[in-house]
């Protein structure tokens, strides 16, 4: 019987039917998805996952791969039927080699991003893949949706920190491709094909990712700004001055703020007061501020900004960025949200949110907008909170026309409806409203490649 082998593959300690043990593990973060499972198995070899992916095969099991279960979009769960196989990757969690010289990692897939960047620090290199969720969500993860975070206007998506992958295919079979080449062009570049795939082509085991020189000392400052358009340009302006030096520009809304005073403990707003807007930005200095706030100075005296603080010392510049991290936390008790979690063209931001706003007003025109983003890749958490009392559950069905409407002007803006989160089972039918025709085709025949019994996190994506 297919769950004593499984069993016998990983051994006690490597499975779980308990369902308080199970519960964390079968609910979305937001709890919006549950599903049910055959069984938890979490190997901790490669040589295990590749026996339990090979069982579940031969019997026509799905095995559902599971991070750190912070994704947004339902790819983890397992579907209701209480059939699928949960492969969780949490026991697969060694470092297995850290070279500084030749600025690389090899991890395995079970690791946490945070323990990733200490083990960089720890040997004078920077890691610079980073999120909210970066204390619980694994590099497995990271790399099956192409992460984004706070870093990718200077160091890339997870997509380009990547320089081999370890992978068990469909049928168990395990693809050995640790490399840790800068170039190589020997045929198709398989490794890309499994980052931000989702769990639907292969089980990433491990991985080799690049390392950086550590940037020294940086300068954290939160500005407030009149307009989000000001971002926009405030970003432009210091570019030209500062160049590739800026490693995060991060645009907050008024409300954001709020939200995280009002729940988060130990915060309290940066300027003591509102502002429309504001950008959290993080900055390579080397020895001297005076750059910094000389650009500062020439942005407030047009009116570009508002008000701008430079953190006196770490413990202050820690207390910003707490704030940001915890603007998803800090929504969760104000009840049901919408999560748009969107691209636009960096121009178009501004006329974005302008009819964004109207859109809004037209359509719900008592519901939140919790907008925050990454002004530097264009990419915007357009996030809409029930109002205050409302049924959740009512605004969420609701919701679907609003959600439309916000997809249908990110579309004619030329953007995309999925930047970050990916499509799990939440989006499948806007992939195809908006990348179907030759797209989708061309994704459909890589799945029925590379998986033809449809084993692997089937219903997610495609
Ligand atoms: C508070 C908060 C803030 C966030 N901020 C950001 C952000 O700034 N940027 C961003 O991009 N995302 C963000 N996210 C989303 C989420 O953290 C990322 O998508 C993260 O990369 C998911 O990692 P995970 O280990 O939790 O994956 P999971 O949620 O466990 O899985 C995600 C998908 O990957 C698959 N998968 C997991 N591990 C493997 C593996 N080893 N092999 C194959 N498939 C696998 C799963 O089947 C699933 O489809 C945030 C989430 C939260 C809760």
């Given at each position: 019987?297919l769950?004593?082998?499984?069993?016998?593959?990983v051994?006690?300690?490597?499975?779980?039917?308990d369902?308080d043990?199970?519960?964390p593990h079968?609910?979305?973060w937001?709890g919006?998805?549950?599903g049910?499972t055959?069984?938890?198995v979490?190997?901790?070899?490669?040589a295990?996952?590749s026996?339990?992916?090979?069982a579940?095969a031969?019997?026509?099991v799905?095995?559902?791969p599971?991070?750190?279960n912070?994704g947004l979009c339902?790819g983890?769960?397992?579907?209701a039927s209480?059939q699928q196989?949960?492969l969780?990757l949490a026991?697969?969690?060694?470092?297995?080699?850290i070279?500084p010289?030749?600025?690389?990692i090899i991890?395995?897939a079970?690791?946490?991003l945070?323990?990733?960047?200490?083990?960089?620090?720890?040997?004078?290199?920077y890691?610079?893949?980073?999120?909210?969720?970066?204390?619980?969500?694994q590099i497995?993860?990271?790399?099956?949706?192409?992460a984004?975070?706070?870093?990718?206007l200077?160091?890339?998506?997870a997509?380009e920190?990547?320089?081999?992958?370890?992978v068990?295919?469909?049928d168990?079979?395990?693809?050995?491709?640790?490399r840790s080449?800068?170039?190589d062009?020997?045929?198709?570049d398989?490794?890309?094909?499994?980052?931000?795939?989702e769990?639907t082509?292969?089980?990433?085991?491990a991985a080799t990712?690049k390392?950086?020189?550590d940037p020294?000392?940086?300068?954290?400052?939160?500005v407030a700004?009149p307009?989000?358009?000001g971002?926009?340009?405030?970003?432009?302006r210091?570019?030209k001055r500062?160049a590739?030096r800026i490693?995060?520009f991060?645009l907050?809304s008024e409300?954001c703020l709020?939200f995280v005073v009002?729940h988060?403990?130990?915060?309290?707003?940066?300027?003591g007061?509102?502002?429309?807007w504001y950008v959290?930005?993080e900055?390579?200095v080397?020895?001297s501020?005076?750059e910094?706030e000389s650009a500062?100075?020439?942005?407030?005296?047009?009116?570009?900004?508002?008000?701008?603080i430079?953190?006196?010392?770490k413990g202050?510049a820690d207390?910003?960025?707490?704030m940001?991290?915890s603007?998803?936390e800090a929504q969760?008790?104000?009840g049901?949200?919408?999560?748009h979690?969107?691209?636009?063209?960096?121009g178009?931001i501004?006329e974005?949110?302008?009819?964004?706003?109207?859109?809004l007003?037209h359509?719900s025109?008592?519901?939140?907008?919790?907008?925050?983003?990454h002004v530097?890749?264009?990419?915007?958490?357009?996030?809409v909170s029930q109002?205050?009392?409302?049924?959740?559950g009512?605004?969420?069905a609701d919701?679907?026309?609003?959600t439309?409407a916000?997809?249908?002007?990110?579309?004619e803006l030329?953007?995309?409806f999925s930047a970050e989160?990916?499509?799990?089972?939440?989006?499948k039918?806007y992939?195809r409203?908006?990348r179907?025709g030759?797209?989708?085709t061309?994704?459909?025949?890589?799945k029925?490649?590379?998986?033809?019994?449809?084993t692997?996190?089937p219903g997610?994506?495609?």
């Amino acid at each position: 019987m297919l769950v004593d082998d499984l069993k016998a593959i990983v051994g006690e300690k490597g499975w779980s039917v308990d369902a308080d043990e199970l519960a964390p593990h079968l609910t979305e973060w937001r709890g919006r998805l549950r599903g049910e499972t055959l069984v938890m198995v979490a190997p901790n070899t490669t040589a295990q996952v590749s026996e339990v992916v090979k069982a579940c095969a031969a019997a026509d099991v799905a095995v559902v791969p599971q991070g750190g279960n912070t994704g947004l979009c339902g790819g983890a769960i397992p579907d209701a039927s209480g059939q699928q196989v949960l492969l969780s990757l949490a026991r697969l969690n060694s470092i297995r080699r850290i070279d500084p010289n030749d600025s690389s990692i090899i991890v395995e897939a079970g690791c946490i991003l945070a323990d990733v960047q200490q083990a960089a620090r720890n040997v004078g290199r920077y890691f610079p893949l980073s999120l909210s969720a970066e204390g619980s969500c694994q590099i497995g993860g990271n790399l099956s949706t192409n992460a984004g975070g706070i870093n990718v206007l200077r160091y890339g998506t997870a997509r380009e920190q990547v320089l081999g992958l370890e992978v068990v295919l469909a049928d168990g079979t395990v693809w050995h491709g640790l490399r840790s080449l800068r170039k190589d062009t020997a045929g198709y570049d398989m490794k890309q094909l499994f980052v931000g795939s989702e769990g639907t082509l292969g089980v990433i085991t491990a991985a080799t990712l690049k390392l950086y020189p550590d940037p020294g000392k940086t300068a954290t400052l939160f500005v407030a700004l009149p307009t989000a358009n000001g971002a926009v340009q405030l970003l432009a302006r210091m570019r030209k001055r500062l160049a590739d030096r800026i490693q995060a520009f991060e645009l907050i809304s008024e409300r954001c703020l709020q939200f995280v005073v009002r729940h988060i403990p130990d915060s309290a707003l940066p300027f003591g007061k509102d502002y429309p807007w504001y950008v959290l930005c993080e900055v390579i200095v080397g020895d001297s501020v005076t750059e910094i706030e000389s650009a500062l100075a020439d942005t407030l005296e047009d009116g570009l900004i508002s008000d701008a603080i430079i953190a006196k010392n770490k413990g202050e510049a820690d207390r910003f960025w707490r704030m940001r991290h915890s603007l998803s936390e800090a929504q969760k008790p104000e009840g049901a949200s919408l999560k748009h979690d969107i691209a636009v063209p960096i121009g178009s931001i501004g006329e974005f949110l302008e009819r964004g706003d109207s859109l809004l007003a037209h359509m719900s025109p008592d519901a939140r907008l919790v907008a925050f983003g990454h002004v530097g890749d264009g990419n915007l958490h357009y996030n809409v909170s029930q109002p205050a009392g409302a049924d959740g559950g009512r605004f969420l069905a609701d919701g679907i026309k609003l959600t439309s409407a916000i997809y249908e002007l990110v579309a004619e803006l030329g953007g995309s409806f999925s930047a970050e989160h990916g499509i799990g089972v939440l989006k499948k039918e806007y992939l195809r409203q908006y990348r179907g025709g030759a797209e989708v085709t061309l994704m459909e025949a890589v799945k029925t490649a590379l998986d033809p019994k449809n084993t692997l996190n089937p219903g997610k994506v495609i």
